[in-house]
């Protein structure tokens, strides 16, 4: 693997323990420990995606996917589609960092953005990590270069979220030379103009495996293009597999496993796609400012009206937070993924084992930045007013084209029970010390308040609140888990409520310690939105865990209990609320001046 360009003391840290362990700035990777190299990626996939993409949206919109596959060709030429690919097979091989600047880089468009990422990531990855080398040798180097684009076929029409319930059926046939695949397949992307498929079906109808099939081949048929909501642009058609034949080395991975494939891969689509939403995010704000500053009412501009302010304040701290989230994340990754041998027999599987260690963080990401990019394109169009509604102007399409990232990759509902369910199974099986911490707490708010540890600073007063919704957070789980055992599972709204705590414990902290490492690296007035953006952050967190604690243990206890354990929760949510307004306006003023996002 290529060098990876993060921190010396940036620490492959066990996945999920941000939620028990304290963190230093120093402990993470953040935008501004970018290399030179990557800047001038993100430079190249800007500058092809304003030059060659942008101008030509309207082609693309209409579903010229003639148009499409000739800019995919393009990127491939620029290497863009190659940083996963091991050189071995004409990739680049790259840090999961730059995978990451990619994918935020080419977020301007978002039927592009689509096709891009369904290629490079859940399209091109299975092959990676499970390919035989005479599949790797097959494939890769057309996959790389864009000669080939690439979908990956996994949901059905009865078993979208529910994947291992999925009713395509594979067989091997009487002379063992060929597997014989029947069933349909649903919501594929690049399916209308993909040249090779990664399908999923069960063996005998109950060993869930993956298989490449190859475009063209007979049995193989797409069916009609969907007209959605948003990504219009993108090529969404459900694939029909009657008697398709392929050959038995078509076999991705071992019969059933499958499972590990469809559920590792979505580990790097889920990073990636809250990476394209940051970008996303940032177009969308960029666009906002300008026709705030520009817009005039009332005499003025609507830029120096305070609830216009407040909104650009959320929209750049919202960036902010998922800027840190993202690439705190990814720095741990490639931490983690430093001392493989690339080279090694085993070490695709060794990769996606060091991933799978940050599944909850993965999939934070994805319901975070998701969230995060719905909020602020609502926002934007809000800023345009009646022009937001229509569609020749920006706001609209990125209105319509974000409500797909809170179902892609798994929706955010699944992905809210797997932050919760992952992180108490991680305990359960004792690879997590999360049980001894909540056992901790609990024995502590029984017996009384404890002393509040002093802190220096600009950011004293979010320490101190970030310590508090640690505890919140372990005490509503303590609650819960008290209350429902294991059966905590089946309480859906409970999990989801516990996600959200867990999120925004996280996403305080990253933005916290950013602020802290850009203050000591560049001085406190150099990181003086950075601070403002995380002190007007952790007073929206605090609400949202607040609430969400609030609601857990209100589904778990009753009576007398209640009143007590709502006692505690008020004790440890005690903390002086910020000025928000002063803080949002400051915000807003610095955006408006550079006239886009900026720290």
């Known amino acids: 693997m290529a060098t990876v360009n993060v921190p010396a003391k940036t620490r492959p840290f066990k996945g999920g323990s941000f939620l028990l362990e304290e963190r230093h700035a120093q402990d993470i990777f953040t935008p501004e420990d970018f290399s030179e190299e990557h800047r001038q990626i993100a430079k190249t996939a800007i500058d092809f995606v304003t030059n060659e993409v942008l101008p030509a949206a309207a082609e693309i919109e209409a579903k010229n996917f003639e148009v499409t596959r000739n800019l995919l060709r393009k990127t491939g030429e620029l290497g863009l589609m190659s940083v996963d690919v091991p050189e071995a097979y004409g990739g680049m091989e790259m840090d999961k960092v730059t995978s990451a600047v990619i994918a935020e880089s080419i977020s301007k468009l978002g039927s592009f953005s689509v096709a891009f990422s369904a290629h490079v990531g859940i399209g091109t990855l299975p092959i990676v990590w499970y390919g035989t080398a005479e599949q790797k040798q097959k494939y890769l180097p057309k996959l790389a270069t864009g000669e080939w684009i690439a979908a990956y076929a996994l949901s059905e029409s009865s078993s979208g979220s529910d994947a291992l319930n999925c009713r395509a059926r594979a067989s091997l046939s009487a002379d063992g030379k060929s597997w014989v695949l029947n069933g349909e397949k649903m919501w594929i992307s690049n399916s209308g103009f993909a040249d090779l498929f990664t399908v999923f079906a069960k063996v005998d109808g109950e060993k869930f495996s993956a298989f490449l099939v190859e475009r063209g081949t007979p049995g193989l048929s797409i069916g009609a293009e969907e007209h959605k909501l948003g990504i219009r642009g993108s090529s969404t058609c459900p694939l029909i597999l009657s008697d398709c034949r392929i050959p038995v080395e078509n076999l991705l991975g ?24 940051v970008g996303g995010a940032k177009n969308s704000l960029n666009d906002a400012i300008g026709y705030a500053k520009e817009r005039k009412a ?56 060091r991933i799978e260690e940050y599944a909850v963080e993965c999939s934070i990401l994805k319901v975070w930045g998701s969230e995060m990019l719905d909020m602020v394109v609502d926002h934007a169009v809000q800023i345009y007013g009646g022009y937001g509604y229509v569609e020749e102007y920006p706001a609209e399409r990125a209105y319509r084209d974000s409500r797909i990232n809170r179902i892609f990759e798994g929706t955010n509902e699944i992905n809210r029970l797997i932050i919760t369910g992952f992180l108490m199974k991680r305990a359960m099986a004792g690879q997590l010390p999360l049980l001894q911490a909540i056992k901790q707490l609990m024995d502590e708010v029984m017996s009384g308040p404890s002393p509040a540890e002093e802190r220096e600073g600009p950011l004293a007063a979010e320490h101190q609140m970030l310590a508090g919704a640690r505890k919140l957070t372990l005490f509503a789980a303590g609650v819960a888990s008290q209350r429902y055992m294991q059966a905590l599972a089946d309480q859906q709204e409970i999990m989801g409520a516990l996600a959200d705590c867990i999120m925004e414990v ?50 778990a206890a009753e009576g007398d209990m209640l009143r007590t354990q709502m006692s505690i929760v008020r004790r440890l949510s005690k903390y002086e609320p910020a000025d928000t307004i002063s803080i949002g306006r400051q915000i807003a003023r610095a955006v408006i001046a550079a006239g886009r996002y900026t720290l």
Request: contains cysteine.
């Open 298 to 353: 009332f005499g003025k501009s609507i830029s120096e009206f305070g609830l216009i302010q407040e909104k650009l304040a959320e929209c750049a701290t919202g960036i902010y937070a998922g800027e840190s989230l993202v690439y705190r994340t990814i720095g741990m990754i490639d931490a983690a993924l430093a001392d493989v041998d690339t080279r090694a027999e085993g070490a695709s599987r060794e990769i996606q084992k």
């Open 506 to 555: 996280y996403a305080m902290e990253s933005c916290i310690l950013r602020a802290e490492k850009l203050a000591a690296s560049r001085g406190e007035s150099a990181a003086k939105q950075a601070i403002a953006m995380t002190r007007y952050y952790a007073a929206k967190a605090m609400q949202i865990i607040e609430a969400s604690v609030r609601k857990a243990i209100a589904g």
């Open 254 to 277: 071992e019969v059933g496993k499958g499972h590990h494939i469809a559920f590792n891969i979505l580990n790097i689509g889920r990073f990636k796609l809250a990476a394209a939403a």
